[in-house]
């Protein structure tokens, strides 16, 4: 069967959006219907089906059972790099820098995908901080967040990484892992991965922070949910923690507790 030409009816594609947008509250505009079909068709192959609409049917009958997840693995799956964003690390290291007590400090990096985000904060924090420190690193995706879990990456990755920190907490591989580099044991026991929907209610487990990077997400959400997400998120941040955002985005129109210390970067009144 070759479905490599194959199109989506618009009935089947609306039912992909509904599906994303009731469950994770990312909305899917009709410009992807394309990437729709890159990323599913081969969920269409696996299961020998014949057209999206057989799929669509399949799935409402409750046949496939596991593929909800697929789905949302396969229509999630965001573009992330090492020390993206290079203003957020400046300021990281300059608040470390300014920090005067010697408690733990809790960072969360709230839609992780393939984990350069968090093992970037970590690098920082294991060179400035010198007392304890936990990230939590989470993503709807399972697919990247057991990419994120391994530490393990191309050496086209490390392009951004600064050269000190690659040469104190990057592996270089050899032989059969030639072109590839793990992050350090000191790096990955301190970074912890978990699957967390941030357009459902939080874990109750996930603690409190002073820190919360919550970069290049608002954007994939109407204002209700990023309104939503944004109050649940600072709800779990320390009064005076940081709320770090991208540089594509901003918290206009949504009512929080905040104030902004400079683009993109608030502190909790």
């Known amino acids: 069967m070759n479905l490599s030409n194959y199109k989506i009816s618009q009935s089947a594609f609306t039912y992909f959006q509904q599906l994303i947008f009731d469950v994770a509250g990312i909305t899917i505009s009709d410009a992807k219907k394309a990437l729709v079909v ?7 192959r696996i299961h020998h089906l014949d057209s999206f609409d057989h ?3 399949e799935l409402k009958k409750g046949l496939l059972k596991t593929e909800q997840q697929h789905i949302i693995d396969l229509l999630t799956t965001n573009e992330t790099y090492f020390f993206r964003e290079e203003k957020h690390f400046t300021y990281l290291v300059n608040y470390l820098k300014n920090r005067s007590d010697h408690n733990m400090i809790r960072i969360w990096s709230a839609a992780s995908s393939t984990g350069e985000e968090a ?3 970590a690098m920082v924090l294991v060179t400035y901080w010198r007392s304890d420190w936990e990230i939590i690193a989470s993503d709807i995706n399972q697919n990247v967040l057991h990419i994120a879990q391994q530490g393990h ?3 086209s990755a490390a392009q951004r990484i600064p050269k000190e920190y690659l040469q104190k907490y990057c592996l270089k591989g050899i032989n059969s892992q030639s072109g590839t580099f793990l992050l350090r044991p000191e790096i990955k026991r301190k970074v912890h ?3 967390i929907n941030l357009n459902q209610v939080l874990p109750n487990d ?3 922070f002073d820190i919360i990077f919550l970069r290049n997400t608002l954007i994939y959400f109407d204002l209700p949910i990023k309104s939503r997400i944004v109050k649940q998120l600072v709800a779990k941040l320390k009064t ?3 709320f770090i955002i991208g540089h594509s985005e901003s918290l206009n129109h949504i009512q929080h507790t ?3 210390q400079q683009a993109t970067i608030y502190k909790k009144k």
């Open 38 to 44: 890159s990323r599913l068709t081969r969920r269409l």
């Open 55 to 57: 799929y669509v049917r």
């Open 119 to 121: 093992y970037s904060i």
């Open 153 to 155: 990456y191309s050496m």
């Open 193 to 195: 991965f978990r699957q």
């Open 206 to 208: 996930i603690g409190i």
């Open 240 to 242: 005076g923690g940081i």
């Open 258 to 260: 905040l104030t902004l």
